[in-house]
């Protein structure tokens, strides 16, 4: 039986597990000040908000990036692919999703009809939760997710997207607002409200995952088709 595309049975070598390690915080912002800054978020246009991120130290991550890693693909997309935060290949060139875990999103975009290159409605929108690599490829840790989330959030407003598909466990329980885990919230169509409207959700697995769990591959092809009959009733 014909489980889906090439990519489902040819596995790349697994990557390096995640280290754990810990962040010194910066002083946090005051409610005023918090509200403030989110305020002026939701104000920004493309140009402004990557200024922002590019120089944000809103929280101790700023110390030890490289460079932040905005986004990636048509700010007009038709699909938004959310996932957790760069690691360090991703810190190293600025654009999320290279390297093994990369080449592996390419394919299934691939064989979606879709790509990350391009301005018509075949070509998608990158991004993370987390615009700046945690040290050691860590989880992403509470305090940043909040202070972060602002900044996807509006690029959500400005792509105004017709479907968004979210990788991994961090990225859909941050956009979701939830703790349930992926094996519960794959399956279903999710949505989001941003500025008055809602937006369909799809959660799968993280392409990383993946790599190092190749039988979960035809589980996230699954996902993939859910996303493509949302998308084709979203019109």
């Not at 390690?21 to 002026?40: C, F, K, W």
């Not at 394919?107 to 075949?122: E, F, I, P, Y």
Request: one cysteine or more.
């Amino acid at each position: 039986m014909n489980l889906g595309p090439r990519w489902l049975s040819h596995g790349l070598p697994a990557a390096a597990e995640p280290s754990v390690g810990a962040v010194t915080g910066l002083p946090l912002l005051s409610e005023s000040s918090a509200d403030a800054r989110v305020d002026s978020i939701r104000r920004m246009d493309w140009d402004s908000l990557e200024r922002a991120v590019t120089g944000c130290t809103a929280c101790a991550l700023c110390q030890s990036r490289k460079q932040t890693v905005f986004g990636v693909g048509n700010r007009h997309a038709h699909w938004m692919l959310v996932g957790e935060a760069p690691g360090a290949e991703e810190d190293a060139k600025g654009e999320p999703f290279v390297g093994q875990a990369g080449r592996l999103l390419d394919n299934m975009l691939a064989a979606a009809g879709l790509s990350r290159t391009g301005v018509d409605s075949h070509a998608v929108y990158i991004a993370n939760v987390l615009k700046c690599r945690p040290p050691g490829n860590r989880n992403p840790e509470l305090g940043e997710v909040a202070l972060c989330e602002p900044f996807l959030l509006r690029q959500v407003a400005l792509i105004q997207p017709k479907l968004i598909v979210v990788m991994g466990r961090f990225a859909a329980q941050s956009l979701l607002g939830t703790e349930a885990t992926i094996a519960s919230l794959r399956g279903h169509v999710h949505s989001i409200r941003v500025d008055d409207r809602a937006i369909p959700v799809v959660v799968t697995y993280h392409p990383a995952y993946l790599l190092r769990n190749l039988a979960d591959k035809s589980k996230s092809w699954a996902d993939l088709c859910l996303a493509q009959e949302v998308y084709a009733r979203a019109g």
